[in-house]
T-cell receptor, first 112, second 117 residues
Framework: DGGITQSPKYLFRKEGQNVTLSCEQNLNHDAMYWYRQDPGQGLRLIYYSQIVNDFQKGDIAEGYSVSREKKESFPLTVTSAQKNPTAFYLC???????????FGPGTRLLVL | AQSVTQPDIHITVSEGASLELRCNYSYGATPYLFWYVQSPGQGLQLLLK??????LVQGIKGFEAEFKRSQSSFNLRKPSVHWSDAAEYFCAVGVGNYGGATNKLIFGTGTLLAVQP
């Protein structure tokens, strides 16, 4: 069954700690995305990757890092430099034309 | 700058009543337009999309949307709402031209739909 998985569903971060959110897809899509969702603000783009070993900053990349070593995987690290990390994080992958983004179930990050 | 506006933050309708959610966009080129739905604590599910051709597009769950270029709008409609339609709805425009592809989505801030019995 094809789709996008994100883990964990909930993640707790301590002060000064880096945490990594997992995103895996088996849709054979080249492009993958990370969004952050805050109440009343819609979704904002953090990073995206059009192909393996390549990625670009989105609108709110500060305090985050990514890697794209495999086509199926696009992990997001929330670093200690991100001062307000509490949010709902959504991963997506994009199909070829008609180019459409499909979303995973999300990870909620909370700060202890 | 590209942007999407959803003027209604919250809408309440009665079950069985018709629904229209508004979406206006700002984009210089021909837009790719999308509607997604999100249940609490869940990811986004694609309802429908417009790329070209017929300006009235049909989606899943009985939803449709009409692209009106002159009004820069892409409003979502449903003739008869069900209690299970209660959720948050997001309109988005695909922008960018990285390698010939739309490289990101610009989202509106969402409309929260409540359904009264």
């Amino acid at each position: 069954d094809g789709g996008i998985t994100q883990s964990p569903k909930y993640l707790f971060r301590k002060e000064g700690q880096n945490v990594t959110l997992s995103c895996e897809q088996n849709l054979n899509h080249d492009a993958m995305y990370w969004y952050r969702q805050d109440p009343g603000q819609g979704l904002r783009l953090i990073y995206y990757s059009q192909i393996v070993n390549d990625f670009q900053k989105g609108d709110i990349a500060e305090g985050y890092s990514v890697s794209r070593e495999k086509k199926e995987s696009f992990p997001l690290t929330v670093t200690s430099a991100q001062k307000n990390p509490t949010a709902f994080y959504l991963c997506a992958s994009r199909s070829p034309f008609p180019e459409t983004q499909y979303f995973g179930p999300g990870t909620r990050l909370l700060v202890l | 700058a590209q942007s999407v506006t959803q003027p209604d933050i919250h809408i309440t309708v009665s079950e069985g009543a018709s629904l229209e959610l508004r979406c206006n966009y700002s984009y210089g080129a021909t837009p790719y337009l999308f509607w997604y739905v999100q249940s609490p604590g869940q990811g986004l599910q694609l309802l429908l999309k417009y790329f070209s051709g017929d300006t009235l597009v049909q989606g899943i769950k009985g939803f449709e949307a009409e692209f009106k270029r002159s009004q820069s709008s892409f409003n979502l409609r449903k003739p008869s709402v069900h209690w299970s339609d209660a959720a948050e709805y997001f309109c988005a425009v695909g922008v960018g031209n990285y390698g010939g592809a739309t490289n990101k989505l610009i989202f509106g801030t969402g409309t929260l739909l409540a359904v009264q019995p």
